[in-house]
């Protein structure tokens, strides 16, 4: 006799949940939505009720009944970079602790890309997108037109450092930042600098440079030349080998525009059969893991990262945000730049 097929098991409702936790239909939405609105020996049963059940939320009807989703995108510009991965971390965690999941998507720095990363989340309705990419002067019109509809939606565009037309910004004061790491290097005795930048235009790299070159000049240095690479370890190493092999006089300070274009300075001026730190000092900036941990450590611009996600990602979710000021960039002092 051929076999039966398998008997289909009915999945749990959340009728079921509310009767097995012997509460009403509202409450156990409640809190199976997340509501903090709801008893906290009520929240107990329902959600032991469910866990019995095996229920789970059909995240469809959610959206349709809400108009956005459990979901927050967050688009970065390159995740291998820790500055977007520490950024990640601080997003996620504070994603998980509001029950609510986080997307990533990676631009690879491209606005195209960018744009049609953009429009398909848009038609997932995420809660919220948030921008951690590297933004340009001017933002183009079909990417500025696919967050508008996001918003027209029930989506909250969020940007770090520079904003777009209609999304909550979270401020980075790169230029204070750099300002004080250019006045701190001058202070140590370096009077020629160049700056490995990103190409002109990126926001946060211009700020950067402009920072710098007010500090350093103004503390006595002269004003540093300007390389325009990029935002990568490669970037920073290509660059650096190019001014070595041009001939850097014993004392330069190389500032990376990040701690990854730093670190690849290093690496070339190390492979250039030079001395980094004692020969030619490097500076980078936002305090990466890894630029406290090689030889020799970076000097740097602390950001706070994590802290930095997790108010973009209140920002994205919370209907109290009002802004807020930028946190408190600090300046590190190394071995990569000794007293001279």
């Given at each position: ?26 409450t ?11 008893a906290?020996?009520?929240r ?12 789970t939320?059909n ?7 809400r ?5 927050v ?5 390159d ?32 606005a195209e890309?960018e744009?049609?990363?953009v ?6 309705r ?5 921008l951690?990419?590297?933004r ?36 980075i004061?790169?230029?204070a ?16 600098a ?7 235009g990126?926001?946060?790299?211009d ?6 070159t ?6 006595g ?26 001939g850097?006089?014993e ?16 690496s070339?001026?190390r492979?250039?059969?030079r ?9 980078g900036?936002?305090d990466i ?8 450590g ?15 990602l ?8 009002d802004?807020?000021a ?15």
């Amino acid at each position: 006799m051929p076999t039966p097929p398998p008997a289909v098991t009915r999945a749990a409702t959340l009728g079921d949940v509310a009767q097995e936790a012997g509460v009403s239909l509202a409450t156990a939405s409640r809190v199976l939505n997340g509501s903090r609105k709801v008893a906290e020996n009520y929240r107990v049963r329902v959600q032991a009720a469910a866990e019995r059940l095996g229920y789970t939320a059909n995240l469809s009807a959610q959206t349709t009944a809400r108009g956005t989703s459990a979901v927050v995108a967050l688009l970065v510009a390159d995740i291998a970079d820790p500055y977007f991965g520490q950024l990640a971390a601080g997003v996620t965690r504070a994603a998980e602790a509001a029950g609510l999941i986080t997307t990533i998507a990676i631009t690879d720095r491209d606005a195209e890309r960018e744009l049609r990363l953009v429009r398909t989340l848009r038609g997932q309705r995420p809660r919220g997108i948030i921008l951690a990419t590297s933004r340009d002067a001017s933002d183009p019109a079909p990417l500025a037109r696919e967050l508008e509809a996001a918003v027209a939606h029930g989506a909250r565009v969020v940007t770090l450092g520079a904003g777009v037309a209609g999304s909550q910004v979270v401020p980075i004061d790169n230029l204070a930042g750099a300002r004080a790491l250019g006045t701190a290097v001058a202070g140590l005795g370096y009077r020629s600098a160049v700056v490995i930048a990103a190409a002109e235009g990126v926001r946060t790299s211009d700020d950067r440079v402009a920072g710098f070159t007010e500090g350093f000049t103004t503390a006595g240095g002269s004003a540093p030349r300007v390389v325009r690479a990029g935002i990568s370890r490669d970037a920073g190493y290509t660059a650096a080998a190019a001014l070595l092999a041009e001939g850097l006089d014993e004392g330069t300070l190389l500032f990376g525009i990040s701690d990854v274009v730093a670190i690849g300075a290093i690496s070339a001026v190390r492979d250039a059969g030079r001395v980094p730190g004692a020969d030619i000092a490097i500076a980078g900036f936002d305090d990466i893991a890894a630029g406290r941990d090689i030889v020799p450590g970076i000097t740097t611009v602390t950001v706070p990262l994590e802290a930095l996600g997790a108010q973009a990602l209140e920002a994205a979710v919370s209907d109290d945000w009002d802004g807020a000021a930028a946190l408190p960039l600090e300046v590190v002092l190394r071995d990569s730049t000794p007293r001279r």
